[in-house]
């Protein structure tokens, strides 16, 4: 009891007023006891509400900085991602690689402005199956190949009368253009040496009766009993015969690999019999030769069979060029002062454009088209095997020089 209104008033025991003096002292005491227990309630409930507010605005920071390290992640991807709101059909998310890709600004993608082999492969895409499609688009003059993958995801987004659905697909783009490239050229690598393969059996094969046929057209050149008209036949044929077996032995030096067996020899004498052996497509042409050769006793390590085949190669190319009654000339002598046998093979025909002067080196390359574009390489090749020099000059409607140096043995 309240020990004041104790003292202020005593009413007598079991009277009427004591009761209810008595009733509003035990009324007083238990709303007392109410109101601290509710004080307390809510002091707890504040220190509970305080947590929750401190664990939500953790939580909001954590979500904003994990929303920053995916976004930092989706644009360092080595791989492109468009994000495509399949209702509106409309692009609502890129990263970098995508944009780069693509070639389009993020600020204004549009999926009708996507290439149309891109839209195609999305759209034709059964988004329940997995793996790649890839496809081959043109960007300005530059094609790119990318590998495709795409997925649809479904969220459902509560309402008050019937929940909503937005559906979502993600477009993953990974450009695939360097393995694609290396794919192809080994794949033309693959078919280069079977073509290599067989083109050498085959010139292996040819070699053989052409050698017969070289054999049997100079003894029959040499018969003393045929008249002009047989001998011009004859020529032909030797023309024909050293034409073919010059392109069969670039076909066998090109796909074989391996030095020549190099040894000292009279560069002059192996000149004079090369020209000598290339007069018979020289007269069918109705081309002039003319040798020039101031070498004296001068040796140059060599093989002598791929020095014939330099000069019939040199001397071939230049007939193909170099109009009837034209002139082809050899000329060879010394550079003392750098010890050096120089050789020029020059002639008077319609001479070599600009551009496919710059490409004559290449195998398979021929301005003419009529050839295997491999006497030039070969002629190069064979150079560079007996440690030389060799360039083309050439103007068009004058004519063409071949110049040649070698080191002196």
């Keep these: 009891m309240n020990p004041v209104l104790d003292r202020l008033y005593r009413p007598e025991p079991n009277s009427p007023l004591a009761d209810a003096f008595t009733a509003f002292m035990a009324a007083a005491s238990r709303l007392e006891d109410s109101h601290r227990h509710l004080h307390t309630e809510v002091v707890q409930l504040r220190e509970q509400l305080g947590e929750r507010n401190r664990q939500l605005a953790y939580s909001i920071h954590e979500s904003e900085r994990v929303r920053v390290l995916l976004g930092q992640i989706l644009d360092a991807l080595p791989c492109g991602v468009v994000v495509l709101d399949v209702a509106s059909d409309r692009i609502i998310l890129t990263n970098p690689e995508a944009c780069r890709l693509l070639e389009i600004d993020p600020r204004s993608a549009e999926w009708g402005r996507l290439p149309a082999r891109i839209r195609s492969a999305v759209e034709l895409k059964d988004p329940a199956i997995e793996g790649e499609q890839e496809r081959c688009i043109e960007i ?53 040496l079977a073509l290599a393969e067989m083109a050498t059996v085959l010139a292996h094969e040819i070699r053989n009766p052409l050698g017969t046929l070289e054999l049997l057209s100079g003894l029959v050149n040499g018969d003393p009993n045929l008249n002009e008209e047989s001998r011009q036949w004859v020529r032909h044929l030797q023309a024909g015969v ?98 050096l046998a120089v050789i020029e093979l020059s002639d008077t025909g ?54 040649m140096e070698f080191p002196l043995a």
């Design 140 to 192: 300005g003059n530059e094609k790119r190949w990318l590998a495709i993958r795409c997925r649809e995801h479904v969220f459902e987004v509560p309402s008050q009368k019937q929940p909503a659905v937005s559906r979502y697909l993600v477009v993953i783009l990974r450009e695939i253009t360097s393995a694609k490239i290396a794919e192809i050229e080994r794949e033309d690598s693959r078919r280069m």
């Design 242 to 339: 050293r034409s073919l077996s010059a392109t069969v032995n670039n076909v066998l030096r090109f796909y074989t690999f391996g030095m020549p067996d190099l040894m000292p020899v009279a560069l002059g004498p192996v000149l004079r019999s090369s020209f000598e052996f290339v007069q018979p497509q020289a007269m069918q042409a109705d081309v002039a030769l003319q040798m020039i050769e101031e070498l004296g006793n001068a040796e140059i390590e060599a093989d002598r069979n791929s020095i014939q085949q330099l000069i019939l190669n040199l001397v071939c190319n230049a007939l193909r060029y170099t109009q009837t009654g034209g002139k082809i000339t050899l000329a060879a002598n010394l550079d003392q002062e750098r010890h």
């Design 350 to 403: 319609r001479g070599i454009a600009p551009e496919p002067l710059t490409r004559i080196f290449e195998a398979g390359f021929s301005a003419s088209g009529q050839t295997p574009g491999l006497g030039l390489t070969v002629c190069q090749r064979i150079v560079e095997q007996h440690r030389g020099f060799l360039a083309i000059t050439s103007q068009l409607g004058v004519g063409t020089t071949v110049r």
